[in-house]
């Protein structure tokens, strides 16, 4: 009995010994596996850190030379709002789609002796600037040409008087 009990353990350990391998050859599987997967996600992850380093790069270009274009914008309205704002000449800007004025300096609102609000505030044709055949006229011309150079155009002052005037667009 004592050899039947010894071949009896023996085949237990054998068995034993045998699922061991079968775990440690599925562990190494399971490792190898694992290690290929971290290495293709450290390789994914490197090439997608240059891809965002690119951009970055990119994005920072941009933004530097949105920078610029903006502080030329700036600087170029400065000089267009000096030289406007300035002018010993009356200018005022309209739009063209409406008639309005949108815009006038100071030497438009005293030969023409109106506030800015009013100006702004009412079509030209309203307040009586100049008659809508004149605008009619000057639109004609602009449309025609895409600007318009000393077109000759009467307007009206507050107190009626007549001011020939050169328009230019």
Do not use: W
């Not at 009990?5 to 775990?23: H, P, R, V, Y």
């Not at 562990?27 to 891809?51: F, N, P, S, V």
């Not at 502080?71 to 400065?78: G, N, Q, T």
């Not at 077109?151 to 107190?159: H, L, N, V």
């Amino acid at each position: 009995k004592s050899r039947e009990k010894l071949e009896s353990k023996i085949g237990e350990l054998a068995d034993t010994n045998q699922q061991l391998q079968n775990e440690i050859s599925e562990r190494k599987r399971a490792q190898k596996a694992l290690q290929k997967a971290h290495d293709e996600l450290e390789d994914r992850i490197t090439k997608r850190m240059a891809e965002v380093t690119t951009i970055n790069e990119r994005l920072q270009k941009e933004k530097e030379e949105r920078e610029k274009v903006e502080s030329k914008r700036k600087m170029s309205e400065f000089k267009f709002r000096s030289l406007f704002d300035l002018s010993p000449q009356a200018v005022a800007l309209m739009d063209p789609k409406t008639a309005r004025i949108i815009d006038a300096n100071d030497n438009f609102c005293k030969i023409f002796d109106y506030n800015r609000e009013k100006i702004l505030k009412n079509a030209p044709a309203d307040i009586g600037f100049f008659t809508e055949e004149d605008r009619q006229r000057f639109m004609q011309e602009l449309r025609a040409s895409n600007e318009v150079q000393k077109f000759e155009m009467d307007f009206k002052a507050k107190d009626g008087s007549i001011l020939n005037t050169l328009m230019f667009s």
